[in-house]
Structure formats: C-alpha cells, structure tokens
C-alpha cells in the first residue's frame, strides 16, 4: 500500500470527523495530507483518542480544504497585520502570541533568524488584524465585549480579524486547535476559513475557596483550561460558611480570624490580583462573590455583631444565624466592605449570593421578632430577608456595580434593577425551565447552573446530560429567549481541593463550554465524543490533567501525577 | 490563658482522638505537651483534618502515655539493634530508614555528625530489631511473611522488634504516624507500646493497565501509597481487551501489535523489575494476572490464531471471540508465555483470570462445534471453559506457581487444586456472602473484592460502605472463616489514567485497607472519620495527591497540581 494514500481506517475516520463539521459548513472538502505508520494496526481509530483536528467548542462556520501547509518552529510566527490597530506595545496580544506559539510547538524557542527557504507547503505567519479604533489592550472583559473573529488560513498568511483583542484570543485559541501532528510530528494545518461567535455572552464556571482552601497554582491552571475551552467568567465563590480567605484590607479580622489558617490559607490582594491579571489576558471576567445574608458562619469570627445571636428560649445560645439585619451597625460594615470590594474587583458586577437563607434562628431572637412587628411583617420571615437585600442592593449600587444573585432573591419578590442577573440553580430540568421562564417574562436577564453543579458525580459518562441541556429549552417568547445570557459550570467544594479538582473539573466543563459557545443544533453525542475524547488529550498535552471519557490513550500522556 | 494549657476545645478534640484508640488499649494515659497559638480561634477542631496522632490502619494492641519526647532531625538517628540479625547490609532496610526519616523530617540532611547535647526530654533512636537468623532482606515477601512487629517507644530508645524486614517496615510505618508536629513545627512522639500484626495475610489493590495505560511513576506513587496503608499486594491486571502493554521476550509481537504504542505505551523488562523491586523495597507482592480465555481481543493482534474465529451464518465474520481452546498451538503458546511469565515476576502466585466468558463466538464456530461433539460436551460451553482452563492450569502448575482465579471458574465446576485463591467479585452482598460460604465449604481459600469495586463512584462519602463491608460476614464455620485470606480494593481502568487514578484511590482504598489489617471490631464510622481524615493530610503531606473526605484543610496542602 502506498504510504501516500490513506487507509480504509483513516479514511473512513476522518470521514466522519468531517462528517460533523459539514453541520455547519458551506463548503468542505478534505484529502488530508500524507500520512504513514499507522497501517500497522496499532492506532485502530476505535481506542485512538489522538486523530488529528479537532475543534472544541466548535466554531459556529467552517470551510476547510484539501490543502495542507506544513508549520515550523523555526520560520513560524504570529504577527500584528500591517493594518491593525494593535502592535508590539499590545501586551495580552503579545503574551498570548507566546502562548499559543508554545501550545504548538512546545517550548522550543524561535530561531531569531527565521531561515530563509520556505517550503511552498508551508505557512509561516499568523497576522492578527485589530479592526477597531480602540484594540482595548489594556481594558478588562466585560459582559458586552465583542469576542466574534474571522480567520482565514491560507498563503501567504493565515489572517486573524477581529474587532479587538478578545475575539483575537478566541481566534488563537481556535487556529491552534486547527493545528495537528502528522505522523512524523510535523505540524500540519489545512486551508480553512472560520467565522465564529459565541451563542452566549456569559459563560462561567464557579469555583469555591471556602470548603476548600484551592492554592492560586490551581486557581491559575483553570483559568488556563478556561481559555482553552473559550470561557469568560470566573465566578469566584470565594468565602462561605466553613472559612474566609479573602484578606481585606479594611477587615482584616475576617481573614485573621475567619481562614482556615491565617498566612497559608488566604488571598492577599496581590494574589487576587495576579488572578485577575492572568484571567484578563485570557480574557476571562472575574466576578467575586460574597454571599449575605446566609453562609456567612466564617464572617462572624472575625466581625464582632454581624451574626445574628440564636436564642435557646430566653437566653442567647451562643451560636449565630445569618447576618443581623436590624443593626445600623451592619449596614455600616456592608458599605465599607462593598466599597473595598468594588476597587479591588474591576468587573461590573459582583455577586451577592442571597441564597438558601435559614430563618430558625432569626425566628429565635426577640430583637429581632420586635423588629420584625415594628415593621410590620407579621411571621413573614422572608420579608425581613427582603428587607435586608434591598438594603444591600442599594449599598452596592452607590459602588456603580450590578450584581448578580441566586434565584430565591427573584422568588422573594425583592425590587430588583433590571440589569440584574438572575442566577437559576434550583430544582429540576422542568423546575429550572419554569424558573427561567418566570425570571425572563419579569425581564430580568437569567443565567443557568441548575443542571451544571459538577460536583456531582456519577459512575460512567456523566458528560452526555451535561451536554444536552439547553438554557433556552423552556416555554417563552424569542424575546425571553434573548433574555437568557448564559449559564456557569459549578464546582461547589465539599468534595475538592487541590489534589482532585481539575481532572473532576475537566472535561466535563467542556461539556457545558461548547453549549455555551456553539450553534444550539450543535448536540450529537456521537460527534461530540470524538472531538471531545481529542479535546481533553490536547488539554493534557497542554498540561492540564483532564480526565478520560472513557477507555483509551493519548498521544502524550500527562506528564505531572 | 497559659499558652502551654490546652485549650478546652483542643482537650476535647484529643478526649476524642483517645477514646478511639482506647478501644484497643489495655492502659492509656495522655496529656498531650504544650501548645499555643490555636487558641486565637483559627483552629476550630470542626474543620481541622490537622489534628496531632493518627494512626492508620489502627494496630492491633496500643498503650499510648502522657509522656512526650522530642524529635531533632540533627540527633534523631534510626539504627539497627545490637542484637539484630539484621545490619547495614541490609539494603531493604537501609532504604526503609532513610524513607521514614524523610517522612519525619522531610529533605533535611541528617547532619554527618549528630550533637553532643541531647535534651532529657529528646528521643534520639529507634534501634530495628530483627529477632529471627534470617532477616529475609534480599527475599520477596510472600503470602506466609510474618508482618508482626512490636513497638516501645521510649528513653533510652525506642525499639522496633520484628521477626523479619516484613514487620519492621509495618513498624517503621506506625512508628512515623506516632510522630506529629507541635504548634512550634517540633516533632514529638509519646511514649508508646504497640503489639501488631494483621488480620489478614493478604490485602491487594488492583490496577488496570490496559484500559488506560499507566506510566510507571503513578505505579509507583501508588506503591508509596500502599505501604502508607500497609497493603501488600499489588494485584496487576496488566492487558485485557483494550490493549497488551506487557513486552514479553518470547512473544514481542504481543505488545508491538497489541499495546496502544509499541514504545510510548508499554512495560519492558526493565520497568517490570522496577516495580517489582520498589514494591519489594516496601514489602509488597506484584501478582500479574493474564486473563484467559476472554478479555483477550488484545492478545489477538500480535498471535496469529491464538483467538476463535467467530462465524456469520458459514463464513468467518473476520471478528474473533475468546482464546480458541481446541488447538494445539492455543497450548504451545500458553506454555512457553507463562514459562515467562513464571520467571520475570517472582511471586509464588499469578493470577489467570477466567472471568466473563462471552459463548457467542463459541457457539457459531463449526470447529468448535465438531469439537464439542467429539469431546461429549453437548452444548454446554461451560464445559469446553473447563477444559481450557483446566490444561491452563495444568500448564502454570508445571512452572510451580500457585495461581488465583475469578470466581466463575469455582463456579463452573473447573477442577482445582485446594490452595487455588477464590477471587470473589460479583453480586450484591447477599450473594458474595454465599459465595464466599461455597468457596470455604469446598475448602479452597477466599479473596473479597465486591464491596470494593472503587472504580465505582458516587457523590458523598462514599467511604461508609466501603469502610463497613468485611471479609468474614457470612455464615460459616470457624474453620471456613480462616479460609478467608484477605480481600483487595479494585480500580478498574475505564475512566482513570495518570490524571485522576491517584486521588480517585486514595483515600477511599484506605478504609479497606483498616478492614483487612485492623480488629474486626475496628469499625465506628466516627473514630475512624478523624483518624482517616489526618491520615489522608499525611499521606498529600507526603506527595499522594489524596482527595479530601469533606470539607477542611491540611496544615500542608498537596503540593503538585
């Protein structure tokens, strides 16, 4: 057999590798480049997690050709088109330049001299084209941000076109998942033009700090695999009931006294900014939640009076309930520490959790049943919380933020902006439909989690319910529908720390990634593991530990333990 | 407060801690030395995985007392016993000592030359006592090794007695847990006595290298992580289906067709050895297992009609079933690999699988339908199973190794000789219990892994179960109880490789690891919650990416990614 020419396998594999791209392409034709070695019968396509091209989440439209360049280190680059409004001074684009360059071609350097003789099979440069006026180099994601990009791949140059920077990221992301190794490790990348967009504005994934203390190395690798799979936002969860690690500058009791240790298990501003830095030059929002009036038992040990004290009949129990909503002094902290909060955190929301609120011990204390009857809210303990909410919300808007909250603020009928994000994590599918559709027909716009809580695990290939939901399966108007920003992938902490949390984490929130970003038809299991079993291995290549679907084996296995 | 009183929630926590280990004592008495610093609140004992002494599993006989001595690692030394059989030649134990001293004191050299100044208070020695005139330092552990150890620890030294290498590494182990860091970062150890010895002689773990391949250092950390746990018994389940990484020198072709890469995705010689000779240098057995006559489509590949032919209607279909048991060179083949085999891995026992025969491939070959009726076997293909597997082990016989099998060979009536282990695997815990009693009723040796599939996950703490499943929990007699050699924890290999196996293991293998070793009556879910919950702390402080069991923290967080 000719090594030139392809098996019956390899055919018919990459058939059906093409085959899902035609969903959603104009044109398609592909004669993948020589190939060799693998008629020997070891790389059978059944067990071969490791076939060439493979785009996740996938680009909305595609044409790839026949033919094929050849890409070296040596001569390779990545440039700034002549017409850009971006240059060498662009700090993220060049970052991310290095980036993808090493994602390619691993960590050997570029040869200062590109060699002078080129390969007419060979593409040797990448211009990205800043389209706007204001590239925004040194600005922040946000949720209006424009991440859409052309990409043409073709001789001379492959051209990168996008409005600014952030569909600049997108774009790179995607040219260096169009790159693959032949069988002789050359890099290969075919002919292909793409025009792509994100479905969804926002599209999050929730970390927790505060069951478990998660060391900024881990919180950094995410935000790395989160570029890979096109996410912007880092929702971080970052104090709970268990413990407080968020240092702040204007209490730094709460951390002293609220952390589980101190020095070694807290966010110091810098941290927090070197967080926010790293996920900014992957475009990636940070938006920080500090969750009130519930799950807030770690707040306590460091702030005298912000709980309110439990009663056990007439006498104070010495245990706290959520925080005390009839002090003066409460509203005081609240406003010194959303102020601190809201320069520390550039985004334009913050979130302000609102959630699962138990009014036991509320109802207990005769402070605040008075309070309650001078208000005139009879035994409808909800309204208090309402009462402390709406407070909150107006402390927080005097910072000039919007804010995100758990649905049960919406359910309690708390006055609400309309920017506000409603954020859905409760019930069933048809729970969580009915939900959104309430939320929506209110105007409100509203974010999907319920069927994204990752930390829940089951044996097998959980990854196909994750995958299937749709936050806009539900009954309402095209308007609803446009209502419907996004959703966010949770890991919530009881069961995660820095030993487990991102093979758990990965691929499974690809799953969600590419429902967030691709065509809303684009849902076939069957398609969708092939590009998912050679997504993940990309990732472990890159150095994240992604888990297996299923049976099998990577080219380049992880290399850390 | 006087820093160097206990504070009432610290002598609570540690109350707590020895009422579990009073469990066993016969005399205890603690007070444990000085401590400060946590009494600022950041220690709230609720959340703390940190909490000093945790010994896993729990030795059979322990007297702990309130006297405390220091531990220098410039004056602590570990030395062999006047008395001993043992001496530096010993390279098992040479190793061991260095091994603990790191666990102890972490990189620090031991200074060439150890202080003058000893402080009263300071433990200085642990002299290694190996009582009997053959210390088996270059032997492999076996089924029969004496893994009994004493342990007193006090002034002038402390003393680890052990008839051989075997119980003095179990001893070093539980001599490392006694040893526990003051809120100074000293290290202390009480004194102590310890009589112990496990309650089963064989306590396994199976690893899956064929449905992922795993690089050798997750094999190896997992070793490091077994004798943390005093397992010793890696059982390797080293090709199946998927693929053959075994590299045979008789048979290369077998890994050269069959692995997933014939270099990238094997085990040579060299590695064999490697692990065989760690898991020695940790007194753990590596029992290989070649699964026949199924799970072999793997096998197939590199030997030509080594697998049956299955049939369409009158023609080949060109797929192959089970190993094909009618012709001779299926034997000849057999022979010459397990003569291999027998030589390259040095346990006393293989394992040859047997479990889930598919007939249907059987069943529409007309060769082997002929021979069926040749041979009287009707149509009872459980018959024609036998008859391989009975030459099978006729052929390992012959190569002097004793060999375990899964339980559907007992079940089909294979003719077997008495010490054969019975490997219990299938059913819920009803029918294991029954088929645990036939086993031992037959008088052949039982092994349990049913309850202890932890390739199977759930959310939670799934450990409970796990934890309370035991071996002898059926109704027998005394004698058909002591037939139960043991059990061993399985992670079969469809969903893990190098990127989560470690951390999906531990420290869920722990909880069967204290049922295989401990008293049977070792088994409240809340003492050995806080025990297991340090103990995982130990074993990430060590480098074992461990997963929390729920929400806390470790003094020392997993260092790796």
Not at 476 to 502: H, R
Request: aromatic residues 12%; charged residues 20%; glycine residues 6%.
């Amino acid at each position: 057999m000719d090594r030139n020419q392809l098996t019956e396998e390899e055919s018919s594999r990459r058939v059906n590798i093409m085959g899902l791209l035609l969903n959603c392409a104009v044109f398609l034709l592909v004669v993948i480049v020589c190939s060799g070695w693998q008629d020997d019968g070891n790389y059978d396509g059944r067990l071969s997690d490791s076939d060439p091209i493979s785009l996740w989440p996938l680009p909305q439209k595609i044409q790839i050709s026949a033919v094929a360049f050849k890409l070296s280190a040596s001569s390779f680059q990545i440039s700034h088109a002549k017409e850009s409004s971006a240059g060498p001074g662009c700090n993220l684009l060049q970052n991310a330049f290095r980036r993808y360059f090493e994602y390619m071609f691993g960590s050997v350097k570029n040869e200062a001299k590109p060699r002078k003789k080129v390969f007419s099979s060979e593409l040797t440069e990448l211009q990205v084209w800043i389209t706007s006026a204001d590239p925004e180099c040194d600005g922040y994601p946000s949720l209006k941000s424009d991440e859409s990009y052309e990409l043409s791949v073709d001789q001379p140059s492959a051209v990168l076109k996008a409005s600014n920077v952030w569909g600049a990221l997108r774009g790179l992301e995607t040219f260096s998942q169009l790159v693959y190794e032949d069988d002789y490790g050359v890099n290969i990348i075919n002919k292909t033009s793409i025009v792509d967009f994100p479905r969804f504005a926002h599209r999050g994934i929730l970390l927790d700090t505060s069951r478990h203390y998660l060391p900024l190395r881990v919180i950094l690798a995410n935000l790395e695999a989160m570029a890979m799979n096109k996410y912007n936002v880092f929702h971080w969860h970052i104090v709970d009931d268990p413990s407080f690690p968020y240092f702040s500058r204007t209490f730094p009791e709460l951390s002293q006294k609220g952390a589980f240790h101190p020095y070694t298990h807290v966010y110091t501003p810098a941290d927090v900014k070197m967080v926010i830095e790293f996920a900014r030059m992957r475009g990636i929002r940070v938006i920080p939640e500090f969750d009130t009036p519930g799950h807030t038992q770690s707040w306590g040990k460091g702030q005298k009076d912000l709980l309110t004290p439990c009663y056990s009949g007439s006498s104070p129990s010495g245990t706290f309930g959520p925080v005390n909503p009839i002090l003066n002094t409460t509203y005081e902290f609240m406003g010194r520490f959303f102020k601190e909060v809201s320069t520390m955190f550039p985004d334009a929301y913050v979130h302000l959790g609102g959630d699962e609120v138990d009014f036991s011990c509320w109802k207990s204390n005769p402070d605040i049943q008075k309070f309650m009857e001078e208000h005139g809210f009879g035994h409808d303990y909800s309204k208090l919380e309402s009462y402390y909410i709406q407070r909150l919300l107006d402390i927080v808007s005097s910072t000039n933020k919007g804010y995100m909250i758990w649905q049960e603020v919406f359910d309690n009928g708390v006055k609400l902006k309309l920017d506000t994000l409603i954020h859905v994590w409760m019930g069933n599918k048809a729970q969580y439909e009915t939900e959104t559709a309430r939320v929506t027909a209110a105007g409100f716009h509203a974010l999907l989690s319920t069927p994204w809580y990752l930390n829940y695990i089951s044996y097998g290939q959980d990854w196909h319910d994750i995958y299937t939901a749709d936050p806009q399966s539900f009954n309402g108007t095209e308007e609803q529908k446009k209502l419907v920003i996004g959703g966010e992938a949770c890991l919530w902490g009881e069961y995660v720390d820095a030993t487990n949390l991102t093979p758990r984490l990965w691929p499974r929130a690809s799953a969600v990634a590419e429902r967030l970003w691709s065509d809303k038809d684009v849902k076939d299991i069957g398609n969708a593991y092939g590009r998912l079993a050679q997504h993940r291995c990309r990732m472990v290549q890159r150095g994240i530990p992604a888990e297996p679907l299923f049976v099998g084996y990577c080219r380049h296995e992880y290399k850390g333990l």
